[in-house]
Structures are given as structure tokens and as C-alpha cells.
């Protein structure tokens, strides 16, 4: 019973259906698994394990009474810990927030309650989920599963590890500059980034709101579609939310699958500036043979020219700091967790603020704080802030462009594969440029993915694949990442993470 951890959420559904397979007995296996393996990667902040194995016992019940469940209904999820639950802290891996408890649950959070699906806890990331990985999270770095020399990717680590190392089937994360498909791309692991819009934000701890976008964690394109499909929909509490159903992302994947032998009529943008400089070579290797594999299957690959794309990391830098300004004044050490008073001097309320938000927040938040106030005050808006804000447009223009010429455009999902621990911390511009490829999907509010399509020849590590569509062609861009899936499957190009010969008494 043991290996049922290694089964992906389509194939717990249907064991679940049929009852050879109680929510119960998984999420025992789940939970037993994160007890005795968790303490090597540290991809949870929290477990509540009684919560689980509540609801775990509720949905067999219903179950058993004959009641219909949703398809997902008593398989484990795991949450990011910047997404709020009642009952659970959030602490975002900051001091600012430990100890924190949210008063109501996320929107996503409700459709995950609602749907039966145990919540079995709080997955590690970069504080605030500022950070490429990992290593920002106040409470130490989560560890990268197929090797713990390497980090898991981030911000949302935790959540990628937790899934790579078979402790859950699925996860959310949440994604602003990349934060769920570069851990994707480091850890061997299916991560999508919907449209802006297409999954309510409420309950998502605010980063930086015109970019933020939960989405789904899973180790197949069909795990993470029939999560997304779950996710999704309007929300009244957010009024960016889209008012469009749900596509039909469970079919995409279908279709996708069975035209992995005939890509015919499908037509490829490879991204000039996204593909060639900077580009680990084990890393352009491992994309390029993924792309040959589409044109061997009939597709049509062509180059597209996104000039803008070379402002677009410092027009991210500029943008998202800004909004992380704004957003983060909320902690002051009256609304929320940490309050610390001046060790000398008055105590007034901006003293008590200037000494807790001191206290609470490590270096990348403080440094993004002040770059964003910086570049939002009165003499330097328009040279900074405007300046980036029409880039934006730019990109917008040149994915618009492009997607008159394709139906899809891929690149590297990062530079290079996940980086041994301490490798980029003293220098952040190398930081930074992990999301070269990922953010202008955030910038233009267009959905993508990052899937795996194996081993870097020079590192052995894994490589993520990325798949952009145009704005609510969600089930376009699954189409063709279970395309690419069944391709890589075909010529087993992805090995077992490792995690899955890990001893049991370990
Ligand atoms: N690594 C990026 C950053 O540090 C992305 C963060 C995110 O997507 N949350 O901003």
C-alpha cells in the first residue's frame, strides 16, 4: 500500500472511484511519507495531519452512501503557505507572519474543501515568494529532491519538492515572475501559470497583484489540467477574476496525448531572445531535441522576434518592487502578526512600525521594499515606473504579434538547470535572470507551463519545457503540453526522481 504515493492523481481517481482505494489508506501513506522523508528536504512549514485524515474519512463516507465526488475528491493536496486557510498558519516563510492565522479561507481554498480533497498542509517558500530559490525563506531552504545539493527552484520550493519527492500528488503555488514554473523546470515537475484572471486571487497573499496568479503543481499535464479545471472560475471576491467557464482542460489533454504522432497543422514559435546567449548548453540541448521531436511529429517550427523581451527582466525588476511597496505596507505590526517596540527611544506608532517591520522582514523583502518606494516617488516616477510600464505594453505587443504567426511559443523554462545551494546568493542579477523566460507571461497575463522532457546531458538535472498561449487559450497551451508529455514518455527521456528509491527507514 505503501506505493500508492507514487500514483499520480488520474490514477488515484479512478482506484477511489472504484473503491479499491480508500481517501483514508492515501492519505495515511501521504502523511507517513512527509513524516519520514520530509525531514531531509523540508518541503513543509506545517502539517495537520488530523485535518486530513477528517476529511479523508468524511469523503469515504460520502462515498460509500452512494454520493457523487468530484474526481479529485479525497486525494491529498498540499498548499503554498502564502495561500490562507482557517484552522492552518500562513506565514508566508516570514517572521512578519509566524504564528499568523487567517480568519476565512481563499477562494481556492473552498473549491479544494468543497471538492473533498484533503489538505494535508503548508508547503516551504521564498519569503513573501520573493526568490528563485528557496533559500529567502526565513525558516530555512527547502532541499531539491533529486539532489539536496541543488536547490528546488522558487519561490514556491516547497511546493514543487513536496511533489517531486511523492509526498503529494498535487499542490498549489502561486506565480508572479515564475515562481511555479521555474520550481517546475527544478524539480521535474508539471507547473502552470493560468491566464491572469482565470483563478481567483482572493486569499492569495499579495505580491505584487497585477502579475500574481495561483495555479497548479502535479507530476503529469493531466493531474495539473484536472486541478486547474478545479480552481478556476469566477469569483465575485476578486474583481480581476474572469467571468468565462472553466475550459474543458481534461479534454485538451486528451487530444494533445493522442496527437503526439501527428502534430501536423500545429505551429511553433521558438522565441529568439529566449533560446540562444546565457543558456546553460545541457539546458539548449535538451530544448532543442524536444523541438525536433515536435517537427519530426509535423508540426511547424518557426523563429519569432520579441525585441522587447531584452527590457523585459529590468522592466519586471521595476514593476513587481513597486507593487511589493504597496502591497507590504499592510505589515506594520498592528493588522498582522509580528509587533516589536524600539529597544530605545519613544514608543510611537512609527517608531513601533520602523522596529517591526525591521525585525519581521529579511533582505530581499527590505531591499524590494525600498527599491519600490524608490522608483514610485514623485522625482523618479516617470523615468522608472512609466518607463517600465510602456515596456510592458511593448511585450505585450510582441506576444501579439507573434500569435499571429503561431499557436504557441516555447522556450527554456530558465537558463539553467536547478543551481547548487549558495551559488547565486552573493550575486543577484544571476538570481534575477532565472526568470528571463518565465515573467513575460506575468507581464502580459497570458497562460504557460513548464513540463519536464528530461536530463541536462551535462548535469543530469532536470529540464523544464515552457508553452505560452494567447490570454484564455488555457486549454490550447494543455493540448499541446500533453502532446509534448506523451512525445518524452514515448522515448522515456525522464527517469524517476530519486526520491523514489528512498529507503523507508532513512
Ligand atoms: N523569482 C521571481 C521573483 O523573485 C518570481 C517570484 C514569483 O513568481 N513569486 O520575483
Not at 518541503?43 to 479529485?72: I, N, S, W, Y
Not at 505589515?331 to 498582522?336: A, I, Q, T
Not at 494567447?470 to 506523451?486: F, I, N, T, W
Request: hydrophobic content about 45%; some cysteine; glycine content about 10%.
Amino acid at each position: 500500500m505503501k506505493d500508492i504515493v507514487f500514483k499520480t492523481a488520474a490514477e488515484l481517481s479512478r482506484l477511489l472511484a472504484s473503491g479499491e482505494l480508500s481517501s483514508l489508506e492515501l492519505t495515511k501513506a501521504c502523511l507517513e511519507r512527509i513524516r519520514t522523508h520530509d525531514p531531509k528536504i523540508h518541503a513543509f512549514l506545517h502539517v495537520d495531519a488530523d485535518g486530513a485524515l477528517e476529511t479523508a474519512a468524511q469523503v469515504d463516507a460520502r462515498r460509500a452512501a452512494g454520493e457523487k465526488m468530484h474526481p479529485l475528491a479525497g486525494i491529498p493536496v498540499a498548499l503554498k503557505d502564502n495561500i490562507v486557510i482557517q484552522g492552518m498558519p500562513t506565514t508566508c516563510a516570514s517572521k512578519m507572519l509566524e504564528g499568523w492565522e487567517s480568519p476565512y479561507d481563499a477562494t481556492v481554498v473552498v473549491k479544494l474543501k468543497e471538492a473533498g480533497l484533503p489538505i494535508v498542509g503548508k508547503t516551504n517558500m521564498d519569503e513573501f515568494a520573493m526568490g528563485s530559490s528557496t533559500e529567502n525563506s526565513a525558516f530555512g531552504a527547502t532541499l531539491n529532491p533529486w539532489n539536496t545539493e541543488r536547490i528546488p527552484g522558487g519561490s514556491g520550493g516547497g511546493s514543487a519538492a513536496a511533489v517531486a519527492a511523492y509526498m503529494v500528488p498535487l499542490a498549489l503555488g502561486t506565480d508572479t515572475g515564475g515562481s511555479i514554473r521555474q520550481p517546475g523546470a527544478c524539480t521535474g515537475t508539471v507547473g502552470a501559470k493560468p491566464t491572469y484572471g482565470a483563478v481567483s486571487r482572493y486569499g492569495a497573499v499579495a505580491m505584487a497583484s497585477s502579475l500574481d496568479q495561483i495555479g497548479p503543481v502535479a507530476r503529469t499535464v493531466e493531474d495539473a489540467a484536472m486541478l486547474q479545471e478545479l480552481l478556476g472560475g469566477h469569483d465575485v471576491y476578486d474583481s480581476t477574476s474572469l467571468p468565462d467557464p472553466v475550459p474543458d482542460l481534461s479534454a485538451a489533454v486528451c487530444t494533445g496525448a493522442a496527437e503526439a504522432n501527428s502534430a501536423k497543422g500545429l505551429r511553433v514559435g521558438i522565441i529568439k531572445q529566449l533560446s540562444g546567449e546565457g543558456y546553460q548548453a545541457g539546458v539548449l540541448e535538451t530544448f532543442n531535441a524536444t523541438v525536433q521531436r515536435l517537427k519530426d511529429a509535423g508540426a511547424t517550427v518557426v523563429e519569432v522576434d520579441c525585441p522587447s523581451f531584452e527590457y523585459s527582466l529590468a522592466a519586471y525588476y521595476l514593476i513587481m518592487p513597486a507593487e511589493v511597496s504597496s502591497n507590504l505596507a499592510r505589515f506594520d505590526g498592528v493588522r498582522y502578526g509580528l509587533r516589536v517596540e524600539p529597544s530605545e527611544g519613544p514608543v510611537t506608532a512609527e517608531t513601533m512600525m520602523a522596529a517591526t517591520r525591521g525585525a519581521g522582514f529579511g533582505d530581499e523583502v527590505k531591499r524590494r521594499i525600498i527599491l519600490g518606494t524608490h522608483v514610485l516617488s514623485a522625482g523618479f516616477f516617470d523615468a522608472y515606473y512609466g518607463s517600465a510600464l510602456k515596456v510592458r505594453t511593448l511585450v505585450l505587443r510582441d506576444l501579439a504579434a507573434a500569435f499571429e504567426k503561431v499557436d504557441v511559443l516555447v522556450t527554456p523554462t530558465a537558463p539553467t538547470t536547478a543551481f547548487k545551494f549558495g551559488e547565486n546568493a552573493d550575486n543577484l542579477l544571476a538570481m534575477y535572470l532565472n526568470d528571463v523566460a518565465t515573467l513575460p507571461a506575468n507581464m502580459a497575463g497570458i497562460p504557460a507551463i513548464s513540463i519536464p522532457v528530461g536530463l541536462a546531458p551535462d548535469d543530469s538535472m532536470p529540464v523544464g519545457f515552457q508553452i505560452l498561449a494567447p490570454a484564455k487559450e488555457d486549454a490550447r497551451m494543455y493540448k499541446v503540453a500533453a502532446l509534448v508529455e506523451a512525445q518524452v514518455r514515448a522515448a522515456d527521456l525522464l527517469p524517476a526522481c530519486p526520491a523514489k528509491n528512498w529507503k523507508d527507514e532513512a
